[in-house]
């Protein structure tokens, strides 16, 4: 029986809301001219500020840490670099003055020459994975077999060279007073698109690297053969130190968690620490800009509900004064005008959401040139709508609890007086 009264109560406000078909829909006409702004004005914080941080965490550059003086970087360190578990992927570098080949390609006037820097790379480099590129590989024997490259854009363009060509890497210096060449055969693994670099870079595995350096230090590197040029002194024994490291950080988030450990350690590095900041100080902003913007109509929203709530009891004290002789009790008349506050949050979301979709979608037309891909200016994701529907019948049902409570005192002894 109780449950029947409920059910009647709802119903009777639903036929209400419905037989005052032209203040129900200026009620909800009133609440979309509200929300369709912000829900756009969201969108377009939300779209801006996603783009700029997706493009931001797509290129792996800007999660790279170098340090910017050269340090002496022992194994044990960088071992425990790569366990940390901000740090994606590290690798030593050795020291720059020795990290440059002579690559040449073809024969005769085809024949391209190019100085290209190296670049240590193995397993998981963040930035071939990005691009899609293959991670060049030492072979069993690289005295005889040729040595993986992975060619930037721009050097593979000076040199001719596409994927699977090969071409050889020489290396000169001068010792005991004599100018030697050392030189080795390379096979290009992939090559890398200019959005990933721009300068004359060739990617390769750490052995040859050191290889490289080792050779201009006056040492033999017989790994990579006597009769190729790698002749010289013997290695020293003791553990190799590196004068430095290529470090990926996990996320943005990271980038700056591990500047401060760095920064802990008196140790400078290289960031992209201000592009981010600027675009996390610039999602601040917004926040805040919106937040406030926020806060003032839902001060207006919360008084104009109220006001049209309100007149609407006024205006029905007499049926509400009836039902309540008919033994609705103060709880049941109090579902009456929360339920029609219900129904306008739920059919002014609704609206707001399909004139948002038009909108965002003029934005996203007009704007399209300046976007990529799956990237848009403006966007809201399905979450957003089911949060702004939530507020939205919150602040609905905050400001028709007074008028709700008045409705509920109506006494049917006033109403009988009336009739």
């Known amino acids: ?197 721009q300068k004359d870079v060739a990617y390769v595995p750490l052995p040859l690297m050191e290889a490289t350096e080792d050779y201009r230090d006056g040492r033999a590197v017989p790994e990579l053969g006597a009769q190729n040029g790698w002749t010289g002194e013997p290695r020293p024994q003791g553990e190799r130190v590196y004068p430095g490291f290529r470090l990926y950080a996990r996320s943005l988030d990271h980038v700056m968690q591990l500047r401060e450990a760095f920064a802990a350690q008196k140790l400078d590095v290289y960031t992209h620490a201000e592009e981010i900041e600027q675009v996390t100080a610039l999602a601040r902003a917004l926040n805040l800009i919106f937040a406030l913007i926020c806060a003032a109509t839902a001060i207006g929203f919360l008084a104009s509900t109220a006001s049209s709530v309100l007149a609407g009891i006024k205006r029905k004290e007499r049926i509400l004064g009836l039902l309540r002789l008919h033994g609705f009790t103060t709880g049941k008349l109090m579902v009456f005008p929360l339920a029609q506050s219900l129904l306008t949050a739920l059919a002014g979301t609704a609206l707001a959401s399909g004139v948002y979709g038009v909108a965002a979608f003029a934005i996203n037309k007009l704007f399209s040139a300046s976007v990529t891909g799956m990237e848009q200016v403006c966007l809201l994701l399905p979450e957003h709508f089911a949060l702004a529907f939530a507020a939205v019948s919150g602040l609905a049902l905050l400001a028709a609890l007074a008028p709700a409570l008045r409705a509920a005192r109506v006494e049917p002894s006033e109403v009988i007086r009336e009739i």
């Open 1 to 197: 029986m109780a449950a029947n009264t409920w059910t009647t109560m709802l119903r009777l406000a639903c036929k209400d809301y419905w037989h005052e078909f032209l203040l129900s829909a200026c009620a909800v006409l009133g609440l979309a001219a509200v929300l369709t702004p912000l829900l756009v004005l969201y969108g377009v914080k939300f779209g801006v500020v996603q783009t700029l941080t997706e493009r931001l965490r797509n290129d792996p550059r800007n999660l790279e840490i170098s340090p910017v003086i050269s340090g002496r970087y022992t194994p044990e360190y960088l071992a425990k670099l790569a366990a940390h578990p901000d740090v994606a992927f590290v690798l030593p570098r050795t020291r720059s003055i020795a990290a440059t080949m002579d690559l040449s390609a073809g024969n005769g006037d085809a024949r391209s020459v190019l100085v290209a820097s190296l670049e240590p790379t193995a397993e998981g480099d963040p930035l071939l994975l990005r691009f899609g590129a293959g991670v060049p590989t030492m072979p069993q024997m690289p005295d005889t077999e040729a040595v993986g490259v992975t060619l930037s854009s721009s050097a593979a363009e000076k040199l001719h060279l596409k994927q699977g060509d090969t071409l050889n890497g020489k290396v000169e210096r001068r010792f005991q007073g004599k100018v030697q060449t050392a030189r080795v055969a390379l096979r290009v693994a992939a090559v890398l698109p200019l959005a990933a670099q």
